[in-house]
């Protein structure tokens, strides 16, 4: 599985539990990239009779096959839900920071479900991941963070 981990996170967050699954190398050979793989998994666990903005919804974040890879341009993900506009798949591709540190945090994608009882973290390192309680840093009174989070800039580049 070359530019994969294997990994994958079904995240719910009305539950508050994490599974970690592993995808078989045909299903990465047959969807290839971000895009196709988040369509793959999209279309065999989301249940459409749940509406687009219910917490029964499915969020996919997937990484392409050379997220992490020091290319210009090169490490992107998708985004991928149920557009509540027409109810039908939507995916949107970006880069950034985010693409390389799932990468090197293990993990090919989340996926994730449910809604918190109170505003949470996702705490990813490691090959593993916490689902935090965020109290202490949201406040509701000034609508968000209430300071700015404690990782520095270039945060994935420290080992």
Request: glycine content about 12%; charged content about 20%.
């Amino acid at each position: 599985m070359h530019g994969n981990t294997g990994k994958i996170a079904w995240i719910d967050l009305a539950r508050r539990e994490v599974e970690i699954i592993a995808l078989p190398v045909e299903v990465y050979r047959r969807f290839i990239g971000g895009s196709g793989l988040a369509a793959k998994l999209f279309w065999d666990r989301t249940d459409f009779t749940a509406g687009p903005l219910t917490p029964e919804a499915l969020l996919i974040f997937m990484n392409g096959p050379l997220a992490g890879a020091r290319l210009s341009g090169a490490s992107r993900m998708s985004a991928a839900v149920r557009s509540p506009l027409t109810g039908a798949y939507a995916d949107s591709s970006c880069g950034g920071y985010f693409p390389p540190a799932l990468r090197h945090a293990g993990f090919d994608g989340l996926a994730i479900t449910g809604k918190a009882a109170a505003p949470s973290l996702l705490r990813i390192a490691g090959g593993s991941i916490a689902i935090e309680e965020g109290c202490r840093r949201y406040a509701p009174s000034r609508g968000g963070l209430s300071r700015r989070p404690p990782w520095p800039r270039r945060w994935w580049r420290r080992r």
